[in-house]
């Protein structure tokens, strides 16, 4: 059965998080964990107890009780919620089972996926817990650090079918691994991959050298529609993405997220204060092998 670690926060995004991980099910029946992490150092001053009473102790583990308590509520509606969902979409096979921890959220979120040895992750890219929990910059500590496939989901009504994907690439060796584990992965959806190179100066001829090993591998899926090859100049990564999604009706963006490359760009260069993170896009970062 395949297992899916699906970190929540409840924030207003959580539901969207939930409703994906259980689109990329299909009608398999699967293992969802939900996750939570909390807060678990509180800290209170300055105060008016008498001397001689450890007053920030008491308080702080009221508070801790409080926060633990309040999560396991949210976990267990979230919970309920997700299997009836399931069910109503016909997968009423599948598991919810959940865990709640204490302490910084891509530590433990990590530590989770150490032990539990999910097929995939799926989390949102913002939120609204303590610390920004789930925020852009957590969404991409763990993507650049999972070894499972990390979905990254934005705040949305209508979930988009996981269809047409954007494989962002640098033309590396890894690229025929990555792209058969994504079909693989999502081969029950059928989909189109759009193999996408953003061309840095007048490298081209080079470019279309190295992508000719990749062409050759996917040969009989490249003649069935199955994978195509864009190769565009590149001059704002962000609107160069945003102009592709519009005129290929692209429904999830997938990528090696390395620390360099396109990766770097894309979530840490100062060119435009847009962040992919903040659009209206599902993110799919998948390692290499």
Request: proline share 4%; hydrophobic share 40%; aromatic share 8%.
């Amino acid at each position: 059965m395949k297992k899916i670690l699906v970190p929540i926060d409840f924030s207003d995004n959580t539901w969207s998080v939930c409703r994906y991980a259980a689109m990329t099910a299909g009608k398999e029946p699967v293992e969802i964990h939900l996750f939570h992490s909390y807060f678990d150092q509180v800290i209170v001053t300055d105060s008016s107890f008498p001397t001689g009473i450890d007053t920030e102790s008491m308080i702080n583990e009221q508070l801790l009780q409080d926060i633990k308590q309040r999560s396991e509520s949210d976990m267990l509606g979230c919970q309920k919620r997700l299997i009836d969902y399931l069910k109503k979409t016909g997968n009423p096979k599948s598991k919810v089972i959940y865990t709640i921890e204490g302490g910084e959220p891509e530590y433990e979120i990590l530590e989770t996926e150490e032990e539990y040895h999910p097929d995939l992750i799926v989390m949102g890219t913002r939120g609204t817990g303590a610390k920004g929990f789930l925020e852009g910059s957590v969404s991409r500590k763990i993507m650049n650090n999972a070894k499972a496939p990390v979905f990254a989901i934005p705040e949305l009504n209508n979930l988009p079918d996981i269809n047409r994907i954007a494989y962002v690439s640098e033309i590396t060796e890894a690229d025929i691994a990555v792209i058969e584990k994504m079909m693989n992965l999502l081969g029950s959806f059928n989909p189109t991959i759009f193999y996408l190179h953003f061309l840095i100066g007048n490298d081209r001829e080079e470019a279309l050298a190295k992508l000719r090993s990749i062409q050759n591998h996917f040969a009989e899926k490249e003649r069935d529609g199955i994978i195509n090859y864009n190769i565009i100049p590149e001059n704002d990564i962000h609107e160069d993405i945003e102009n592709f999604i519009r005129s290929k009706d692209i429904s999830l963006i997938a990528f090696i997220p390395h620390k360099k490359g396109f990766f770097k760009r894309l979530f840490f260069s100062g060119i435009t204060k847009k962040d992919l993170l903040q659009t209206n896009m599902p993110l799919m970062a998948i390692r290499e092998q």
